[in-house]
């Protein structure tokens, strides 16, 4: 039996026990995905970001499905931050086609229903139309949910929560002096981007990085985190599946 052969039977092996040990423990309801490490998994190729880009784009049906098929209900992918909008205006360019091209391919299929979050307003107007026109186009779809978090940043998103609710009190008639006494953590919380869905139980990190870098900000205050060594466009069905297992081995207390 050859070194492949061999390696990849061991595999399979640990990757069915993976999936087994799951059905014991609980499945996350929201799982959130910090896609990281397109760019360097390029350089390791010696190819231009684009590539990695692309690579990655590739890799989020893969996800989405194993997600499915689990039972998770809602997966946010966080696909462009309002950092990455500093990028060089070459790359920025091709990355954003790549996730007009991606988003749209979502909607297309209809397999899963596509939630747009984000600061649209920052996105080139052809860019938001295009994640409105998937986000519309699946309005319907019963299944997973998927929120394509593009143009996100999770301090852009609690300013906008707040502006938010100031002009609908100030349209009611309501005084900032007022407003100010009686604001709560859920006007707030119904106000975000995520308005109606529930916190994220799980989010998972790839590229090795351990830090939240302004992901889901408000939402994450109790959620797991799983940091994975892989490049994004590595990130295999095994990865996915330690991840939740880590997940469903924790104990929650949620501040309790």
Not at 93 to 108: M, Q, R
Request: proline share 3%.
């Amino acid at each position: 039996m050859s070194r492949f052969s061999l390696t990849g039977g061991l595999y399979g092996l640990y990757e069915r026990r993976l999936a087994r040990e799951l059905l014991q423990g609980d499945v996350p309801h929201h799982i959130g995905i910090m896609m990281d490490g397109n760019r360097r998994w390029a350089r390791q190729v010696d190819a231009p970001p684009s590539h990695g880009h692309r690579a990655g784009a590739d890799k989020i049906v893969d996800v989405l499905g194993w997600s499915d098929a689990i039972g998770v209900k809602i997966v946010t992918l966080w696909m462009l931050s309002t950092d990455n909008l500093r990028r060089d205006p070459t790359e920025l360019t091709e990355l954003v086609a790549i996730i007009e091209g991606a988003v749209s391919d979502l909607a297309a299929s209809r397999r899963w229903r596509i939630h747009a979050l984000g600061a649209l307003d920052l996105l080139p107007e052809s860019t938001a139309q295009r994640l409105r026109a998937a986000q519309e186009l699946t309005s319907d779809v019963e299944g997973m949910i998927v929120n394509v978090a593009v143009g996100y940043g999770g301090r852009q998103e609690i300013a906008d929560a707040i502006r938010s609710l100031l002009r609908e009190r100030a349209e009611q008639g309501v005084t900032l002096e007022q407003v100010a006494q009686e604001i709560t953590v859920e006007q707030i919380a119904d106000h975000l981007y995520t308005k109606g869905q529930p916190d994220p139980d799980l989010v998972i990190r790839t590229s090795g990085e351990q830090r939240i870098g302004g992901f889901l900000l408000w939402q994450s205050v109790h959620t797991e985190f799983y940091f994975a060594e892989a490049f994004w466009p590595d990130f295999r069905h095994v990865d996915f599946l330690r991840a939740v297992r880590a997940y469903s081995s924790r104990e929650r207390r949620l501040g309790r």
